[in-house]
């Protein structure tokens, strides 16, 4: 509730732009994992899932369980706390999940056409970041399952869970942009639309980091 006296007492101009720039994220999600999933053709090869589900994961799924919690973009605003940390799990256990299954997707057609694993700064940080989304994931069973946390602060562990977090979102944001980057991708579109696309993941990521960053203000001013 204080929270929320906190978030009404924002000036309006202030809140109808973080309200836009959630509803832009939204849309972002959605239309960059539309567009790759056109490009790439999913099922064509084995290739073509490796695109298509890393975006799946980091734009979409991971993006919107993030988004539950925004105060100004929430697509699930009336849900208790508890409700939306149920939810945000199996988001990013479905993000978690397409993001091992795009990776073994690529390593799979590498060793089918012999081509050496890691070689790139794209797969290096994927593959890391894959790692961390993973161990994120399961890192969140204690939050859910409070018996599991025992002598630890339920605190301190949605504190560090949200930092953890955001460095996950972000090392799949890096991602994105290093894999529009490669060959395959800025050989199939144009100029343009490489910035276009490329805009997606950065102005996503910069919302995202507002909404955790300011979260924790919030908290501060509030236990202040």
Known sequence: ??????????????GCGRAASAALTHLISVILTAFMAFLSRPGTT????HPFLMTLAFSFFMTQAILLFSPHGSLVRRFSHKAKGRVHWMLQGLGALCAVTGLTAIFYNKGLNGKPHFTSWHGLLGLLTVCVAVAQSLAAVPLIYHSLAKGWSLAKLKR???????????????????????????????????YLAALGPVL?????????????????????
Do not use: D
């Open 1 to 14: 509730m204080a929270v929320s006296r906190e978030v009404e007492s924002e000036p309006r101009l202030y």
């Open 204 to 224: 996503s990521a910069l919302v995202i980091m507002n909404q955790v960053s300011s979260a924790y203000i919030v908290k501060k001013r509030l236990q202040s």
């Open 46 to 49: 084995w290739f073509s899932w």
């Open 160 to 194: 560090y869970h949200a930092a953890s977090g955001l460095v996950a979102y972000l090392l799949g944001s890096g991602s994105l942009l290093l894999g529009l980057c490669s060959t395959w991708f800025t050989a199939s579109v144009g100029e343009h639309t490489w």
